[in-house]
């Protein structure tokens, strides 16, 4: 009797360790999400290859339309390359003290065909929210900078990078380590809730 009650209290014990455990890892997930912001002031330290590669592996987890995954990754960490970028785009200036960069692309030879083509900008888009999560998660900076749909933009991305044809640049995420000087903003707000059915507030 006395061994089944030692046996049931070690039962007790590790489940509520296992709860415990998991309680703590969502709240490390919820607090990772709340605490993303776009940073776009850098520490002048260099963002290791390593560092790009975890980044890149978050991205490439990311959910895509029956798994298509139609996306491409361009890892920059050249200086002049970062600055050439900086100069021609116009919503992209902080590349000039990014430590790194990576272009998002859609693939569109292995985008879905007939009317599910666009989902490649969806599927590239949660690639990027990877990325910045992953960022944030590691004391990195990194910020959204939209290229596509802007045609002048693409063609800037297209020509610099020497891209095939059938790859489109979705956006360009420059990174480097945070200085703390941008704090994530609340977002959160009940007018743009709706539940059920859509009904006048």
Known sequence: ?????????????????????????????????????????????????????????????????????????????????????????????MLSQAQAAIIVCGNMEKALQGEGREYWVQDCSAATQNILLAAESMGLGAVWTGVYPKKERVNIIQTEMLLPSHIVPLCVIPIGWQTGKEKPKQKYTEENIRWNKWEDK
């Open 1 to 93: 009797m006395k061994l089944i009650k030692l046996l049931l209290i070690s039962l007790l014990l590790i489940s509520s360790t296992t709860i415990a455990q998991n309680t703590n890892k969502s709240d490390e997930v919820m607090k990772n999400i709340l605490e993303r912001k776009s940073v776009r002031t850098y520490a002048n330290k260099k963002v290791e290859k390593e560092d790009i590669e975890t980044l890149l592996r978050a991205a490439m987890a990311a959910p895509s339309a029956v798994n298509a995954q139609p996306w491409v990754f361009i890892a920059i960490d050249d200086r002049q390359i970062l600055d050439n970028l900086a100069s021609q785009l116009p919503n992209a200036k």
